[in-house]
């Protein structure tokens, strides 16, 4: 349970990495790390359920993008 655990938020941090390190706008960039960052907290503090993962990345992605205004 734990590796499995691990891995997603491995997962989760890498494609995060990944999507921010191409040519995005800062607004794009801050959207995609609030999705990461409110995936991982949905994942986290729900026990890695599908519904506070998807939940939290578009808490997150929404945050992230009202950040940039």
Do not use: D, E, P, W
């Not at 891995?7 to 995609?32: P, Q």
């Amino acid at each position: 349970m734990l590796v499995n655990r691990s891995f997603k938020i491995s997962v989760v941090l890498l494609l995060t990495l990944s999507v921010t390190a191409c040519g995005m706008s800062h607004r794009g960039r801050n959207t995609a790390i609030g999705a990461g960052v409110g995936a991982l907290g949905g994942a986290v503090l729900t026990g890695g359920s599908t519904f506070g993962t998807l939940g939290g990345a578009a808490i997150g992605g929404i945050i992230g993008h009202q950040v940039s205004r």
